[in-house]
C-alpha cells in the first residue's frame, strides 16, 4: 500500500512531497463519479414529410392534357395511342389505397377529406354555370334547337333519358317466328305512353306549297278558304296531328286542287 504525504502551502492549494497536486486527484475522480441528470421532458416527434411520387404526377398531368385535347379536336386515334380513362381510374385508385394506408383503421377519414376536396369544385362550377345556362337558353342539342329547361336539367340529375336527345333506350322481345328481321336491322316502334285528344285531318287535304302549308276551309255559307296551318306528327297512316290553325268542328277540303281551281274561278 503506497502512502501520500502532504503539507499545506501557502497558495491554498494541497501539494504532496512529491510536487503532485491533490486538486488534479479530487478533479479527476469527481468527472468519474456518476452525476445525476435532471429528467428533460421529451419531444414529440414531428409526422414525417410525405414525398410526392413524381411518377404518379406526370402520368396525371399527361393524362390530363390527353383528355382536353380529345375534346377538342376528336382525334379518333388518341385513344389508341393512350388511354388515358383507364389510366386516371387506375391513378384514383392507387391514391385512394395510398390514402388508407396513411390512415389504417378509420376509412371513413380518408372518404371526407376526398369529399372536400372534390365536391365543393363542383358545386361552385354548378353554382356558376346552371344559371347562366338557363338564363341564356344555350340549346342541349343542336337539331332540336330546345332551351335548357327545367324538365331537361332534371334528366341530368336523373338520367332516365339521353337529355342531349331526349331518347330512352328500351329492349323489345319479338316474337321467336317472325319472319324478315336479321340481326343489325333498324326498325321502328311505337308506345302507347298515355292518351290525349287531338285534332286530326287526312294528308290528302293538306296543301304544301313552297314554304307554305295550309288547308282550305269549307264554311257553312259562302267560298272556301285557304287557311295556313301548323302541323304535327303522323297519326295513323292517313292523318296528321294540327297543332294550330283550325277548331274543331270545321270542315276542309278533301280535293284541294279542285278546291283551289273553283276559287280562282270565282275570283276572275
Sequence with gaps: MTSL????????????????????IRAALTAKAPQQVAPQQEQPASAPVRQRDRYIDTL??????????YHSFGWAWLPLLFPSMG???????????ASLDRSPGNPWRVLRKRTVRLLPPVWLFGLVVVPVMLVAGWTHTVAAGSPLNVRTLLLWVLPISDPHTLTTKARLDLPPDLKGVFPGMFARA????GRATKLVIPN??????????????LPQQGQAQLRQVRLGVAAGKDGVEVLAGLRPGERVSLEPVKTG????????
Excluded at 60 to 69: D, G, S
Excluded at 89 to 97: D, K, M, R, Y
Excluded at 204 to 217: D, I, M, N, P, W
Design 204 to 217: 290528302e287535304a293538306v296543301v304544301r306549297r313552297s314554304e307554305v302549308t295550309a288547308v282550305y276551309v
Design 60 to 69: 396525371r398531368a399527361v393524362a390530363l392534357v390527353r383528355v382536353m385535347t
Design 190 to 193: 311505337h308506345f302507347v305512353v
Design 87 to 97: 389510366i386516371m381510374f387506375a391513378l384514383a385508385g392507387s391514391l385512394v389505397a
Design 5 to 24: 504525504s502532504v503539507e499545506r502551502t501557502a497558495d491554498t492549494g494541497f501539494v504532496d512531497t512529491e510536487g503532485i497536486d491533490v486538486r488534479e
Design 261 to 268: 281551281m273553283v276559287v280562282k274561278q270565282a275570283v276572275q
